[in-house]
C-alpha cells in the first residue's frame, strides 16, 4: 500500500469543523501541537485497487510528504457569470475541503495512497474561496480569503518534522508560507530527498524554495514573470540554468497540454546547439490533431538553446491535453492539482516522460468531468488509466 507521510499545512485551522462529512470516521493520534487523521474510506478503496490483478504493484519509493494549504470551497454554479451589480441565483452550491496543496495529495490517494494530515492548531479564521462556476463559458472564478493567523516555523516542532521526513521520498511544496516551507525544504534537502515545487504564481519567498528544487510545475504565466524571457520556451531553458539543482520543469497550458524541458544526465555541449522556439515548432508538426486522448512528442537528447539566454544539454517534450467533449466538461477547479498529482506519482513510479504527461492529462482531464477539485479525480483502477499500468 502506498503511504503518504503527513501533510504539513501552511494555514492553520482552529478545528476539523470545516471538513466534508466523508472525513468524520476518522483516526486520530495526538502529536505536540499537532493533530494527525486518515480517513479510512481512502484505504477500503486502495484494498480493492490493490487487490486487481490487471495493476502493477505500488512504486516501491512511494512516501510523498506535502507541504501546503487547507482550506475550504464554496462553489457555487451559476448559468453564466454576472455583470457588475446583478443579483442572480446559484443553480447549485457544494461546500469542499478543497485547497490546492491538499488537492495535489488526494490525488496521490485516488492512485493508491493512504494520506494522513498534520493540523497545527490555533484560534483564528481558517481560509476559505469563493468559486463561482460558470456554466456557459465552462470557466471558475476564485476570490479567496487568507486564514489568521499565519503558519509560522516555530508551530513546527523538530520531533514533527524529523518524524515526516524520516521514510519520505519525495516532497511537495505549493508556495505558502514561505518560511515555514523553507524550514521543511532545507531538512529534506540535507536528507537529499527530492522537492517539487507548484510554482503558480510569483510569492514571497519562493526563489529560496526554487532554490532547492529537484523538479518544478508551473502555471502557464509563471515561466516569463519569473525570468522575463521574451517566450514560455525560452523562459523554461533559463529556469534550468538559473537553478542547477533542477532536472525538470512542466508547464501546463490548460487545454494546450503542456511543455516540459528535461536536463540531460549525459553533458550534450559537443553537439550543435538547436533553437527552443524552432525545436517546439518541429515537435508539434508531429502531433496527430485527430487524437482526442492525451499523447506526448519528444525531442532527442540536444544542446537546446535560447537566444541571448544560453543552452543546456535536454530533452524537450509537447504533452497534448485530452479533449473533453462541451457535454461533459463541468468544472476546471483543481484541473492543474489533478495534474500535479499525478506527476507527483509519476515520479514515484519511475514513469518516463512520454508516458507521465499524458497519464497527468489525463487525470485532470478526469477531474474536470465533477464539479469540484475532487469529485472526478479517478481511481487506481479506473478503466481510463489502463493503458498506463501497461
Not at 457569470?81 to 495535489?104: E, T
Not at 494530515?117 to 481560509?127: L, T
Not at 516532497?171 to 515545487?197: C, M, N, W
Request: net charge negative; glycine share 6%.
Amino acid at each position: 500500500m502506498m503511504k503518504l507521510a503527513p501533510i504539513l499545512p501552511c494555514y492553520n485551522s482552529h478545528s476539523f469543523s470545516f471538513l466534508p462529512r466523508s472525513f468524520s470516521n476518522t483516526k486520530s493520534t495526538t502529536l505536540p501541537r499537532a493533530e494527525m487523521s486518515s480517513s479510512s474510506s481512502w484505504a477500503v478503496e486502495m484494498e480493492k485497487a490493490a487487490s486487481s490483478p490487471s495493476l502493477p504493484p505500488f512504486p516501491d519509493k512511494r512516501v510523498v510528504l506535502g507541504c501546503g494549504a487547507v482550506s475550504v470551497d464554496y462553489l457555487a454554479t451559476v448559468a453564466s457569470f454576472p455583470q457588475p451589480d446583478d443579483k442572480i441565483r446559484s443553480l447549485s452550491l457544494k461546500v469542499a475541503d478543497d485547497a490546492q496543496g491538499r488537492n495535489v495529495l488526494m490525488e496521490l490517494q485516488a492512485d493508491g495512497v493512504d494520506a494522513s494530515h498534520i493540523v497545527v492548531a490555533k484560534e483564528g479564521n481558517s481560509p476559505f474561496t469563493y468559486i463561482i462556476v460558470d456554466n456557459q463559458t465552462k470557466t471558475r472564478t476564485c476570490i479567496h480569503t487568507p486564514g489568521y493567523p499565519p503558519m509560522l516555523p516555530e508551530d513546527l516542532t523538530k520531533t514533527s518534522l524529523f518524524s515526516a521526513l524520516e521514510n519520505a521520498n519525495l516532497v511537495y511544496f505549493d508556495g505558502r508560507l514561505h518560511e515555514t516551507a523553507l524550514v521543511v525544504a532545507e531538512e529534506a534537502s540535507q536528507r537529499k530527498i527530492p522537492i517539487l515545487i507548484d510554482a503558480e504564481r510569483k510569492r514571497e519567498g519562493l526563489d529560496d524554495l526554487l532554490n532547492l528544487a529537484t523538479f518544478v510545475v508551473c502555471s502557464k504565466r509563471f515561466p516569463q514573470a519569473w525570468t522575463t524571457a521574451s517566450s514560455t520556451p525560452a523562459a523554461l531553458v533559463s529556469m534550468l540554468l538559473r537553478l542547477p539543482n533542477l532536472k525538470f520543469v512542466i508547464v501546463t497550458l490548460g487545454e494546450e497540454g503542456s511543455i516540459m524541458l528535461e536536463r540531460s544526465v549525459n553533458d550534450a555541449s559537443e553537439k550543435e546547439e538547436t533553437d527552443v522556439e524552432s525545436l517546439l515548432e518541429s515537435l508539434k508538426q508531429n502531433i496527430d490533431a485527430s487524437a482526442t486522448t492525451p499523447m506526448c512528442i519528444s525531442s532527442k537528447s540536444l544542446r537546446i538553446s535560447a537566444d541571448g539566454i544560453g543552452a543546456v544539454s535536454g530533452r524537450l517534450f509537447l504533452g497534448t491535453a485530452e479533449v473533453i467533449p462541451p457535454s461533459e466538461l463541468v468544472d476546471t477547479t483543481g484541473a492543474g492539482d489533478a495534474f500535479i498529482g499525478a506527476v507527483l506519482y509519476g515520479i514515484c513510479a519511475g514513469m518516463s516522460p512520454e508516458k507521465m504527461l499524458p497519464f497527468a492529462a489525463q487525470v485532470a482531464a478526469a477531474g474536470c468531468r465533477a464539479l469540484g477539485a475532487r469529485s472526478g479525480l479517478p481511481w487506481r483502477a479506473d478503466p481510463r488509466l489502463a493503458p498506463f499500468w501497461s
